[in-house]
């Protein structure tokens, strides 16, 4: 508790030291909005052990031995695989956009999140008055919104149709820093595109990244978007990602968990118009003591709409895999269906698997469902390979890389599909 | 249409509402010392037992001082004054009776008004029925019988005296005093309840059964019941309550303790169907119940049935700890909230032997402003070698201000597990109503079809006299005031 305690007024401390906590005459919008940040992350403060948003989880535990707020060191240069892949490359260092090609397509905008608050007042203002007050984030997004220097600002105008995937490589990190990055996507109306974020390994240590993103999806927007984390054995990834819909738009997510010591993925849906499609697929593979967390949230406050979420995970050596998915159905919002399915393998008796499917349901005209399952691979399917002649450890293998295929073809890019099936296919015969 | 019905069944009177009025014997108001041990000198009972009392009772005020409730279920529950309450209330008049002619006719009386007419059970079905009317046992009946086999089945008070030896060695074993705040503050302040011990390779030659009442105005009830099924022995135990219609909040926190040795099995059914207060939500009886089976050999079985329909506030898990290698848990359960009812209530499986297999399966039906969660932990502990479980949820709603939750932990710490969880939630079928209107059903009769198909499953488990009841009850609570 006291360790808590004053790990939160060392961020409080800090942030009065290098900002002043009280108002000043001459604050932008920009740090006026860090201050409000920084108040509702002291009012909520870290999560208490017994939270049950937090139960599996206890994401402090990691903080602990961070060396925090201390400004980045030098980064290195790293190998980025899907750079050479057709589309717009976006790169990132610390979590601030280092570079962008100079000839973007018609209708797409990348800016830092400061100077799009002159070009784009209105966008941008509201959604950091919505994650400074916590209305779209928990206690770390507003802790990454206290400190984030700048930002990642993604504009998808109206109507326009993106023909290339855009690429965010987020190329490279100073070795143990906390960093809190973060990043706005919002795509106009009747757009379509599809982001890919990528986090190499990139030398990172025992790096600490604690970002949030916002989604804006306009009426009728399509936005597909894909993470894939394979950061360095110690490293740590909390990743906020707060989606909001309008009417009739169809947004999906695919979080690939490849890397990292701690990953939280907090992701939170609200499909906030009629006619809404949200898809959240993820996989996630935790080994040699990595602990991932999967939180999501689905709040349909509209009727008539649809999601679908499948989560699949791999735990072994003294692993411990987390599945927290939640979809709420407020009064009134009829006529939804929604769907989650979790499934996981245990591959020892020293990794854990933890699945908290929930349900919360008001209204009555809703099919809804949720399944989870929990074992070891099928034995019977182990058989019918082995009686073919294939040896245990190939057969295992097959059928482990058939398990996380299911997630992985979801993905609508061919050459990254590629990439990840050989990364697993690695991944998994280690 | 459809709406209107639901709203009427949602507003359903309470059919059970009365009140007996039998003089009683009642403790100060307040929770201290004294309180404690004016109980356990009322009920004459052994110093290590005082001493087990007091010292929960300090566990109890410590959490209460820390304002340490029980705050994760999806409940919400006004601030219950501790000490507004009278923790002690037992009938004057204590007969020893030998045949039910002797046992007060208004109790008789309030027997049939619940539509259990003792008499004709006690001959019919052949069930002994230790009737515990708010808390002191006022009647035990087939006790010869029962003597016979060897089984014990009295009051808790009674066996204290008589079989202290048994009481001591397994009172808390399975609930200890500090599990829970509720289970301490029952532990405090137990005033009676029902003891059962099926000596070793007995088969209980009867369902035996317990009627609680709360009847005393503004008294909790705190029922401590213990069941004991030696190796190789079999019992079917049976569990019904209604109460009378109050307009105070009724504090209820009962504990229930088996313990299953090897190759024995315990089957515990319940009927609950406690006041659920007004159709504005005013009163009703909060119900915080720690009920939990421990499968302590191999081979061993638990199962659970309940079937709640009362109670404003139900807080209830019914659990299983299978520490026996091969043992046997199973649930299944049949909710159903209305009015402004709010119900948390799951199980938890816990698997600790070698190829244990646990069932859940859990029905919920939701109507008018109520809330309806289950809660339910499956663990797997490292151990666990070849655990099973297959957990089944589905949820009913009824109306549009009604609300159905899920919330299932699964904790899996063993590769060899196998742990499966599904839950479902819909509404009523427009398209069955329709189907059954269309060949003549009226749609109050198609409603309660339905729900009935819906809760079938769990209704079979029920044994048969009880599964008669429950039938009954659901269509009562279903039709209301519908004709």
């Known amino acids: ?430 | 249409m459809s709406t209107e019905y639901l709203q009427e069944v949602a507003n359903a009177d309470y059919k059970y509402g009365f009140v007996t009025e039998i003089e009683s014997d009642k403790a100060a108001i307040g929770l201290d010392e004294s309180t404690v041990r004016y109980i356990s000198a009322k009920k004459n009972e052994p110093e290590w037992l005082l001493e087990w009392r007091l010292k929960a009772l300090d566990y109890f005020l410590s959490l209460l001082e820390k304002n340490d409730k029980p705050e994760w279920a999806h409940l919400d529950i006004r601030d219950i004054d501790f000490q507004s309450i009278s923790y002690y209330s037992a009938p004057k008049k204590k007969p020893e009776l030998e045949s039910l002619d002797e046992v007060d006719p208004q109790l008789i009386d309030t027997f049939n008004k619940l539509g259990i007419p003792l008499m004709e059970q006690k001959r019919l079905a052949g069930v002994a029925v230790d009737v515990v009317m708010d808390s002191v046992s006022v009647t035990t009946t087939f006790k010869k019988e029962l003597n016979e086999k060897g089984i014990i089945f009295c009051s808790f008070g009674e066996a204290v005296q008589e079989h202290p030896e048994l009481v001591r060695k397994y009172l808390g074993s399975v609930v200890p005093r500090t599990d829970n705040f509720y289970a301490a503050l029952n532990s405090a302040v137990f005033s009676d309840g029902s003891f059962c011990y099926i000596p070793k390779g007995v088969r209980c030659p009867m369902e035996l059964s317990t009627y609680f009442r709360i009847n005393e105005a503004g008294t909790g009830q705190f029922e401590r019941t213990l069941i004991i099924a030696d190796e190789g022995s079999y019992v079917s135990y049976l569990e019904g309550c209604t109460a009378p219609m109050r307009d105070e909040n009724q504090l209820h926190a009962a504990v229930v303790e088996i313990v299953a040795h090897e190759e024995a099995e315990v089957k515990y059914s319940t009927i609950q169907n406690w006041y659920p207060g007004s159709a504005e939500g005013k009163g009703g009886v909060y119900n915080f119940v720690t009920k939990r089976g421990i499968c302590e050999g191999r081979r061993s079985k638990i199962s659970w049935t309940q079937l709640e329909t009362g109670s404003a506030i139900t807080w209830k898990y019914p659990s299983v700890i299978l520490k026996g290698d091969d043992s046997v848990g199973e649930f299944y359960s049949v909710a159903f909230t209305k009015g402004h009812q709010q119900a948390d209530t799951g199980t938890k499986m816990i698997h600790i032997g070698k190829n244990t297999t646990s069932t859940v399966i859990s029905k919920g039906i939701s109507g008018g402003k109520s809330q309806n969660a289950y809660r339910g932990l499956v663990k797997i502990n490292r151990g666990a070698t070849g655990a099973r479980n297959f957990s089944q949820c589905d949820s009913m709603l009824l109306g549009d201000r009604c609300g159905a939750h899920t919330f299932p932990y699964l904790e899996i710490n063993n590769p060899t597990a196998q742990v499966e969880h599904e839950a479902t939630t819909s509404k009523v079928g427009e398209d069955q109503i329709f189907y059954c209107q269309q060949r003549g059903i009226s749609e109050t009769d198609a409603i309660k079809l339905i729900v009935n198909g819906f809760c079938k499953e769990i209704l079979a488990k029920l044994p048969m006299e009880f599964a008669v009841e429950a039938r009954n009850l659901l269509a009562i609570e279903l039709e209301g005031s519908v004709g």
């Open chain 1, 1 to 430: 508790m006291t360790r808590q305690k004053s790990l939160e007024t060392t961020f409080i401390e800090a942030f009065d030291k290098d900002l002043g906590l009280l108002p000043s005459d001459d604050s932008d919008a920009w740090t006026s909005s860090q201050r409000q940040a920084i108040r509702t992350f002291a009012d909520t403060g870290f999560p208490r052990p017994k939270s049950e948003a937090y139960k599996y989880t206890p994401v402090t535990r990691w903080i602990g031995d961070t060396p925090l707020l201390q400004t980045p060191g030098p980064v290195s240069a790293t190998r980025l695989p899907l750079s050479e892949l057709p589309g717009v490359h976006l790169k990132t260092v610390n979590g601030q956009l280092a570079s962008a090609p100079e000839q973007l397509p018609e209708g797409l905008t990348v800016l830092t999140l400061r100077s799009a608050l002159e070009t784009h007042p209105e966008l941008v203002r509201q959604h950091l008055k919505r994650v400074s007050e916590g209305t779209s984030s928990d206690v770390f997004g507003t802790l990454a919104a206290a400190f984030a220097p700048d930002g990642l600002f993604i504009h998808i105008a109206p109507g326009a149709v993106l023909p290339e995937p855009v690429y965010i490589h987020h190329a490279a990190v100073s070795p143990d820093a906390f960093i809190q990055p973060r990043m706005l996507v919002v795509a106009g109306e009747n757009s379509e595109a599809h982001i890919v974020e990528h986090f190499p390994e990139a030398d990172a240590g025992s790096v600490f990244e604690n970002r949030i993103v916002g989604v804006d999806v306009a009426m009728r927007a399509r936005l597909k978007h894909l993470v894939v984390y394979e950061r360095g054995a110690r490293a740590r990834f909390v990743n906020g990602l707060y989606v909001e819909q309008k009417g009739e738009s169809v947004f999906s997510t695919n979080n690939m968990t490849l890397g990292g010591a701690l990953v939280r993925n907090n992701l939170h849906f609200v499909p906030d118009g009629e006619h809404c499609e949200t898809h959240l697929n993820g996989l996630y593979i935790a080994r040699g003591g990595a602990h991932v967390d999967n939180y999501t949230l689905v709040d349909h406050v509209k009727p008539n709409c649809f999601s679908n979420e499948l989560f699949k995970g791999i735990v072994e050596g003294g692993s411990t895999g987390v599945f927290n998915g939640k979809v709420m159905v407020r009064q009134d919002a009829q006529k939804i269906n929604a769907y989650q399915s979790s499934k996981s393998i245990v591959m020892d008796d020293r990794s854990h698997v933890y699945a908290k499917p929930e349900l919360e349901i008001y209204a009555d005209d809703v099919r809804c469902s949720h399944g989870a399952t929990t074992g070891e691979l099928d034995d019977e399917a182990l058989f019918y390979l082995r009686s073919r002649g294939i040896p245990e450890k190939t057969a295992r293998l097959i059928l482990l890389e058939a398990f996380a295929r299911d997630v992985v073809d979801l993905i609508s890019l061919k050459e990254v599909r590629t990439y990840l099936n050989t990364r697993l296919g690695q991944l998994l015969a280690d």
